[in-house]
């Protein structure tokens, strides 16, 4: 069996996340500003179409022990359903993290052994009942997400998975896609097949309950999705794995617009494992940086540009849905045996709500504050624009800048995206290959700065810079200033 060395979370790391074939050239530097400018091309290539984008492309993912308030997801949280909402009306919640393998249900009448603690990990059990469910799934209902559930692994009592298992499906019917029994057993089980011991008696008494399975939301160990989808693939609702750049403490506002080449080609090959067994592949559990994320990098501009550019990597690969981990301070911290410290002194409620929120969540707050969108959410909304869309070969010669670029066709539409990650250089891409398309309309992700932790705006620009001309050799020119993205959206003539 092939193996695949994928135990580090962080793999490769480069100049660029290319998912376009690139060509470096040299950059140009206008007379009329200090500001260098890369001209580059991208080339569209005819008859070349690829994957069509998941509508759950943008996902969201939270701890199981952030339902301990019950009122947190809730049908009466209208500001936090109104978010959800707003990035994708057809999400996917997915319920597990760490503190999925320390939960226990309250209605279990069985006997459970004394579960131990591990340093790094939770340091009390979560006691779920019933009413967080009831809650949840009257929360589902108002926003139209369906769910991903995590039930205990680690405990090792088969009956528990199944009763709690049972009482999900019982409070939200049909929109429970799959549970998940574990979360990134690799940190607790030897290998694989240790793994495989452990799991294969909950699966086989959830199976029996007919509840639909998915896994194995391991971390960064893409030979264990492989094993995974070879052994059980046949029946599964999809294939998981989770990702992270790289530990916080070495997180980077340079390191995050950087590259994680070696994460495509690893997508690439459980992407292919996967369809050769009609499953679809998801990250369950995704961010810019484990243990919560860096605080001035997750949280900032840079988080927006980093997570559009990776979503639509991703989806390039062939994932279905990204989940990005967040939520409370308090529940991240909890899920790493850590006590939540919150600096409420801000009179900005902005600023309050941004103090209450894990480092990474796209979306900050709590019921008490209310909630608000991070810049990271404007980077998820940016890249789901693109859902149901058919994505498009083609070349793209960066001119030695930080530059992305994705193409995909929706009906009569195009949309290209360009995501100029540069710190110091504009890019000004010549799109080829345009015949028969007419005006296009540009919407702009921007800040004003990398660091910005609010003022993020992605919106529709008017003027010369919104409305990009294609000229009668099918030829489009578009300006994308440094730390910023542009979609711009064109319709084909009639």
């Known amino acids: 069996m092939t193996r695949f060395n994928g135990t580090r979370r962080g793999l490769l790391k480069a100049a660029a996340l290319l998912p376009l074939a690139s060509v470096f050239g040299a950059r140009a530097q206008t007379a009329s500003s200090a500001v260098p400018v890369a001209e580059s091309t991208l080339a569209i290539l005819p008859g070349n179409r690829g994957k069509v984008v998941s509508e759950s492309l943008a996902s969201l993912s939270y701890e199981t022990g952030q339902l301990a308030d019950p009122t947190f997801f809730s049908p009466r949280n209208r500001s936090l ?31 459970l052994p004394e579960q131990k603690t591990r340093k790094g990990g939770p340091q009390q059990p979560v006691v ?11 929360f589902l209902r108002e926003t139209g997400w369906s769910l991903v559930f995590g039930v205990n692994l680690k405990i090792g009592v088969p009956d528990m998975a199944v009763a709690l298992g049972r009482a999900v499906r019982d409070a939200v019917g049909d929109r429970l896609l799959a549970i998940q029994i574990g979360n990134e057993a690799n940190n607790y089980e030897k290998d694989y097949d240790a793994f495989d011991a452990a799991w294969s008696p909950n699966a086989r008494a959830l199976q029996i309950a007919g509840l639909p399975l998915a896994g194995p939301d391991t971390g960064a160990n893409t030979d264990w999705v492989a094993q995974y989808i070879q052994r059980h693939g046949k029946g599964q609702a999809f294939a998981s794995r989770h990702y992270y750049r790289d530990a916080a403490p070495r997180g980077s506002i340079g390191d995050v ?34 243990f919560g994320g860096r605080d001035g990098v997750s949280n900032v501009f840079a988080s927006a540009l980093w997570g559009a550019d ?3 990597a991703m989806a390039q690969c062939g994932v279905v849905g990204i989940h990005f981990h967040g939520g409370t301070l308090a529940s991240v911290e909890a899920s790493l045996g850590r006590d939540a410290k919150s600096d409420l002194s801000a009179d900005d409620i902005v600023a309050r709500r941004d103090a209450v929120s894990s480092r990474y969540s796209a979306i900050a707050g709590d019921v008490a504050l209310g909630f608000q969108p991070r810049p990271l959410f404007h980077g998820l909304v940016f890249a789901q624009q693109f859902a149901g869309a058919r994505l498009m070969d083609a070349r793209l010669e960066t001119a030695g800048a930080n530059v992305t670029a994705y193409v995909a066709d929706r ?9 100029n990650k540069d710190m110091a250089t504009d890019v000004a891409i010549t799109v080829s290959g345009m015949a028969g398309y007419g005006r296009g309309q540009t919407r702009r992700l921007h800040a004003p700065s990398l660091d910005s932790r609010t003022g993020v705006v992605f919106d ?12 009668a050799s099918g030829q489009a020119r578009v300006h994308v200033p440094r730390s910023s993205a542009a979609l711009v959206r064109f319709e084909q003539h009639i």
Do not use: C
């Not at 990035?87 to 006997?111: A, F, H, M, Q």
């Not at 499953?279 to 810019?288: G, Y």
């Not at 009906?411 to 995501?419: E, P, S, T, Y």
């Open 257 to 290: 617009l950087g590259s994680d080449p070696g994460m495509i080609e690893h997508m690439e090959v459980l992407a292919s494992l996967a369809e050769a067994q009609g499953l679809p592949l998801r990250l369950t559990e995704a961010n810019s940086y484990y």
């Open 310 to 312: 990776f979503m639509l």
């Open 411 to 419: 009906g009569d539409q195009r949309l290209v995206a360009l995501v």
């Open 128 to 138: 779920l009942h019933p009413e967080s469910l009831r809650e949840l799934a009257g």
């Open 460 to 471: 529709a620009t008017t003027g010369r810079e919104g409305d990009i001309a294609v000229d």
């Open 81 to 111: 359903i109104a978010l959800f909402r707003q990035l994708n009306p057809k999400g996917i919640l997915r319920i597990g993290g760490n503190t999925s393998d320390y939960t226990v249900w309250s209605e279990y009448r069985g006997t």
